[in-house]
């Protein structure tokens, strides 16, 4: 067996942990509205939020974990580096909301 095959073999049989990938996370931003407005997520995975308006907008972590700038028609990305619940908001539309959840 190759040594790639006895580490297949090895996770088969739970003896090794499942290596998880780092995801990323795509929330759209649609007339003024996050979609989904509410996303799961894990430490090192990475938003991604997508503007498919022709303004400019922010995600803006009530926290201040981190503020997003994301231009019209263009993508901001955040890789999320601790785990807790955040929510989030657009600094030039402060009723576009958001929430991000992170699980260790
Ligand atoms: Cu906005």
């Not at 990938?21 to 929330?27: G, L, N, P, S």
């Not at 201040?64 to 955040?78: C, K, T």
Request: glycine content about 6%; charged content about 20%; proline content about 8%.
């Amino acid at each position: 067996m190759t040594p790639g095959r006895i580490a297949i073999a090895l996770i088969l049989f739970g003896l090794l942990p499942v290596p998880v990938r780092a995801e990323t996370i795509q929330v759209s931003i649609d007339k003024l509205v996050f979609s989904p407005a509410e996303v799961n997520a894990k430490v090192g995975d990475t938003i991604e939020w997508v503007n498919k308006d022709a303004l400019a907008h922010t995600a803006t972590a009530t926290n201040n974990d981190w503020n997003v700038s994301i231009a019209p028609n263009q993508s901001g990305r955040v890789v999320l580096k601790k785990p807790g619940a955040a929510d989030y908001y657009c600094k030039f539309h402060p009723n576009m909301k958001g929430r991000v959840v992170v699980t260790p």
